[in-house]
């Protein structure tokens, strides 16, 4: 699936802020992508309530976690503007 930078960084910034839409999260979590460094960032998203198990049911993985997805937004947006 094409995305562009700025459209995954708003997909998980999206679920970081509670802001998404139903099922934003399992679409971007479940189509792999065309471009290998978007798709690199999309598995690791995978992998977070693995390496940072949520604290709730109602929580996708740890507040660590969540800082790892605030990190990959500020990367692709940075990576975005530089462009």
């Known amino acids: 699936m094409k995305r562009t930078r700025e459209e995954v960084a708003n ?19 479940s189509i792999r992508l ?5 798709e690199a960032i999309r598995q ?8 940072f198990p ?3 049911k109602t929580e996708y993985c740890s507040e ?3 800082q790892v997805m605030r990190g990959l937004v500020q990367t692709l947006r940075s990576k975005a503007e530089a462009r």
């Not at 065309?34 to 978007?38: A, R, S």
């Open 11 to 29: 997909t998980i910034e999206a679920l970081i802020n509670g802001t998404g839409r139903q099922w934003d999260w399992d679409g971007f979590t």
């Open 34 to 38: 065309d471009d290998p460094q978007l």
């Open 44 to 51: 690791r998203c995978v992998s977070l309530p693995v390496e």
């Open 54 to 56: 949520p604290t709730t």
């Open 64 to 66: 660590a976690g969540l």
